[in-house]
């Protein structure tokens, strides 16, 4: 059975909440926006990248604070919080994110934009060419796809989706029925750009965009004739998007979440954004249709969703306002050798991404598809992506008669559809798809090769950090280990028949396993550096990871500062660790870096009396990777890949003091600031590993 951590009281006052940590994040990212040393187009899209969070925040996390309050429940959080209080605590802290983010849009990023030639141009400064332009757009583009909806007995309040745009309209008078509601809801279709560029000889700039919202605002009453629009408001619902599946009563997994996605557009509503000139009374309608209190609406000063922008700098071909595009570096040994199965025989192989090419992943597997050696091909996938290359080459390995086994999370939130098709498509090709383990996330990033070497199988890996997704690793820093070592290899192919057969699990010769061994073992080498530190002797920790938050590790972390153990956390997002209080936590450091790229590779580092040992994983912290996911945490045994990691993963983001934000006594994170030489990680690691230099 799964180790579970035994029963234990830990003290409220040991521990940051969870959600406000996350809301913490939310705020550094805003910084990023705000930053002028930021090219201009990027900062618009870290706004956006805002938006976007808060959406998920809300669809997930706030849907769950919400679910506790529909029940009464009276749980208190591990920093001692009741449902209500924490939600009245959310509400308050995502109002001031609102406040800034607009402020910013408004007031600096558009003005910004303008004085670039990019211009949003708003209904008060259209030209009467521009009026006649937008009213033909609108009646040959928008006005046959809209369907208004008046209010009434025939006519109730719609099915709003979730997250979608929509308007409430405000009525005088009697149509042709003599129906006099006051009130109707236009929904704008999915099908519809939320931006549109109008031509450059109508706005004299480079780039002139109008949006959807403002076209409708102008042209509204074309959807009411004869009737006198008093207003019209944008209006935006979130709703919990998280979805349960009993496992008592599920008999086909894929089956019955494809029942469950059409559901999920339909969930309870959790937050209402509105425009900020919404009148008090559809406010008050709005809120009642939707279920919700004044603390889950918020209003905003233009349009309900700025994800919207997020296009907008692939538009606009303005070098000069992004980042400085850079091309993956290929790692040296791969070139040295016939094919890349010679190569990772020759030497461990470590791809750091995304200053290193994802290249030879793909490489490694349409090799695998192509060559008559290769037998067998077993891979874990999480999140691939819609069109994903790696996925085609799964299905060609197994037209072309390989043994392909793809256990493949169909439970990965937002990216179940694509996950289902994909199903459906290996196993139109013989491939064996399995769902892994009912109730336990399969999160490891695995790939096992078999291939057929002067008479005898040899097993080649691939073990990573981040998600079998080329896209992603564009921008998410990761690490990824090609090996061929046989003890690594068989605890690999020791995972894969726990997920497609039955069984006890079989012990690992190298490889932490959630949730068996992981969290254990990583609470076992904190509790050996403290032992350690206690001797007199040197005690070291470092920990890379996204998230800290399991109080069992969260403890032990403690006891090893007490005695002595100098620990580093370096944790992208959420913490609840509290640094540095004294008779707690003196010797523990907290931070945070936040720069062009997503920081997503995972680091444990313990010293170890001199042995240094480092594992590289896909598990976060957190009681859902350590006891809730299979995942695995893999120790870097070559000495000169160990020293990259080293060199690349840790060193340089323990020396950043610029995209570095420290956690202090207040709970609150303060961005460093050089006083001396500027040092970036993500820069660093550019210039190292591409040879592009960036500001």
């Known amino acids: 059975m799964p180790h579970l951590p035994a029963e234990r009281h830990f003290s409220s006052d040991h521990f940051i909440n969870r959600e406000l940590s996350l809301l913490q994040f939310q705020r550094r990212v805003l910084a990023q926006a705000a930053d002028p040393s930021v090219p201009l187009l990027e900062r618009l899209r870290f706004l956006c990248i805002v938006s976007s969070n808060l959406d998920e925040f809300f669809e997930v996390r706030v849907a769950g604070v919400k679910e506790q309050l529909l029940l009464g429940s009276q749980a208190l959080t591990t920093d001692g919080?009741?449902?209500?209080?924490?939600?009245?605590?959310?509400?308050?802290?995502?109002?001031?994110?609102?406040?800034?983010?607009?402020?910013?849009?408004?007031?600096?990023?558009?003005?910004?934009?303008?004085?670039?030639?990019?211009?949003?141009?708003?209904?008060?400064?259209?030209?009467?060419?521009?009026?006649?332009?937008?009213?033909?757009?609108?009646?040959?583009?928008?006005?046959?796809?809209?369907?208004?909806?008046?209010?009434?007995?025939?006519?109730?309040?719609?099915?709003?989706?979730?997250?979608?745009?929509?308007?409430?309209?405000?009525?005088?008078?009697?149509?042709?029925?003599?129906?006099?509601?006051?009130?109707?809801?236009?929904?704008?279709?999915r099908a519809l750009p939320r931006v549109i560029r109008l031509p450059q000889e109508l706005?004299?700039?480079?780039?002139?965009?109008?949006?959807?919202?403002?076209?409708?605002?102008?042209?509204?009453?074309?959807?009411?004739?004869?009737?006198?629009?008093l207003g019209c408001y944008q209006f935006r619902v979130t709703r919990n998007s998280d979805m349960f599946v009993d496992e008592e009563e599920v008999k086909d997994l894929r089956a019955t979440l494809k029942g469950e996605l059409q559901q999920r557009h339909f969930g309870n509503a959790v937050r209402l954004e509105l425009a900020d000139n919404c009148s008090g009374a559809m406010a008050g309608f709005l809120m009642h249709q939707f279920g919700l209190g004044p603390a889950d609406v918020y209003r905003v000063p233009g349009m309900?969703?700025?994800?919207?922008?997020?296009?907008?700098?692939?538009?606009?071909?303005?070098?000069?306002?992004?980042?400085?595009?850079?091309?993956?570096?290929?790692?040296?040994?791969?070139?040295?050798?016939?094919?890349?199965?010679?190569?990772?025989?020759?030497?461990?192989?470590?791809?750091?991404?995304?200053?290193?090419?994802?290249?030879?992943?793909?490489?490694?597997?349409?090799?695998?598809a192509d060559d008559p050696q290769v037998v067998a091909v077993k891979m874990t996938v999480y999140r691939t992506g819609t069109d994903s290359v790696l996925m085609e080459h799964l299905v060609r390995a197994a037209q072309k008669g390989k043994e392909v086994t793809v256990a493949l999370e169909l439970m990965a939130r937002f990216d179940e559809e694509a996950?289902?098709?994909?199903?459906?498509?290996?196993?139109?090709?013989?491939?064996?798809?399995?769902?892994?383990?009912?109730?336990?996330?399969?999160?490891?990033?695995?790939?096992l090769i078999v291939r057929r070497e002067e008479g005898a199988l040899r097993r080649y890996v691939h073990l990573g950090t981040g998600n079998y997704h080329p896209r992603t690793t564009r921008f998410y820093t990761d690490f990824g280990l090609l090996t061929a070592n046989e003890e690594i290899g068989a605890d690999v192919a020791e995972l894969f028949k726990q997920l497609t057969g039955l069984g006890q699990a079989g012990r690992l010769k190298h490889l932490w396993q959630a949730p068996f061994t992981l969290q254990p073992n990583v609470v076992a080498a904190i509790r050996e550096e403290a032992e350690i530190a206690r001797a007199g002797r040197k005690g070291r920790i470092i920990v890379k990871v996204n998230a800290l938050l399991e109080p069992e590790t969260i403890e032990a972390l403690y006891e090893a500062s007490q005695a002595g153990v100098e620990i580093d956390v370096i944790a992208r997002s959420v913490c609840a660790l509290k640094p540095g209080v004294p008779g707690l936590s003196e010797n523990i450091r907290v931070r945070s870096v936040v720069g062009r790229f997503l920081e997503h590779h995972r680091i444990f580092y313990f010293h170890a009396d001199g042995a240094e040992k480092l594992y590289l994983s896909s598990a976060d912290w957190m009681e859902r990777n350590f006891f809730k996911r299979i995942e695995v945490a893999f120790p870097i045994l070559d000495p000169k890949v160990k020293r990259r990691v080293m060199k690349e993963g840790l060193r340089p983001y323990l020396g950043d003091n610029c995209q570095a934000w420290e956690l202090e006594g207040d709970n609150h994170y303060r961005r460093k600031n050089p006083r001396t030489t500027r040092r970036a990680a993500q820069e660093i690691l550019l210039k190292e590993l591409t040879g592009v230099i960036t500001p």
């Open 81 to 189: 919080l009741t449902p209500a209080a924490l939600h009245g605590r959310i509400s308050r802290e995502v109002h001031g994110i609102i406040t800034e983010q607009y402020n910013l849009l408004n007031n600096t990023i558009l003005p910004a934009l303008a004085d670039e030639g990019i211009v949003f141009l708003r209904r008060s400064v259209w030209t009467e060419a521009q009026h006649a332009w937008a009213r033909d757009y609108f009646m040959r583009e928008v006005m046959p796809i809209l369907t208004p909806i008046g209010l009434d007995p025939a006519h109730p309040f719609p099915r709003v989706l979730n997250k979608s745009l929509n308007f409430a309209v405000e009525l005088e008078g009697r149509d042709a029925f003599g129906r006099n509601s006051g009130a109707a809801i236009v929904q704008a279709p």
């Open 203 to 229: 706005t004299g700039v480079d780039y002139g965009f109008v949006f959807l919202s403002s076209l409708l605002h102008a042209h509204v009453g074309e959807l009411f004739e004869g009737m006198n629009v």
């Open 304 to 368: 309900v969703n700025p994800v919207r922008l997020n296009q907008v700098p692939d538009w606009v071909e303005r070098p000069d306002l992004k980042y400085r595009p850079f091309q993956p570096a290929r790692p040296k040994g791969l070139d040295k050798r016939e094919n890349i199965f010679a190569a990772i025989r020759h030497e461990d192989i470590l791809l750091h991404h995304p200053f290193q090419s994802f290249e030879p992943v793909i490489e490694m597997l349409k090799a695998a």
């Open 419 to 447: 996950n289902i098709s994909w199903a459906a498509q290996l196993e139109e090709v013989g491939a064996h798809v399995v769902y892994g383990v009912f109730g336990y996330k399969t999160h490891a990033k695995l790939l």
